[in-house]
Nanobody
Framework: QVQLVESGGGLVQTGGSLKLSCTAS????????MGWSRQAPGKQRERVAS???????DVAGSVEERFTISRDNRKNAVYLQMDSLKPEDTAVYYC???????????WGQGTQVTVSS
């Protein structure tokens, strides 16, 4: 099992910035994919960004010019820098890791991001 703990969510005004952090513990492997998804009220969960252990990133088109994902393999941590936030970015943001060999996902408990207009 992998345990993921997110932090950094909160309330911010339109145009503001937040940085989310997620630290993994337990049975984490260095080549696990890590990333972020989000779920807004009444909507399905959607992938925001992911990053391999080698640093290759995949960021959703809707946020790619505003969000940056990064990773610190030594700390088993992944980060999401969110700039120029919009009200439509309001959601619960979930950190995930995916086991490369089995495609098993592990999820954090989520952190709320609210962008006021």
């Amino acid at each position: 099992q992998v345990q993921l703990v997110e932090s950094g969510g909160g309330l911010v005004q339109t145009g503001g910035s937040l940085k989310l952090s997620c630290t993994a513990s337990g049975d984490i492997l260095s080549n696990d994919l890590m990333g972020w998804s989000r779920q807004a009220p009444g909507k399905q969960r959607e992938r925001v960004a992911s990053i391999t252990s080698g640093g290759t990133t995949d960021v959703a088109g809707s946020v790619e010019e505003r969000f940056t994902i990064s990773r610190d393999n030594r700390k088993n941590a992944v980060y999401l820098q969110m700039d120029s936030l919009k009200p439509e970015d309001t959601a619960v943001y979930y950190c995930f890791s995916r086991r490369r060999s089995t495609a098993t996902y592990f999820w954090g408990q989520g952190t709320q991001v609210t962008v006021s207009s």
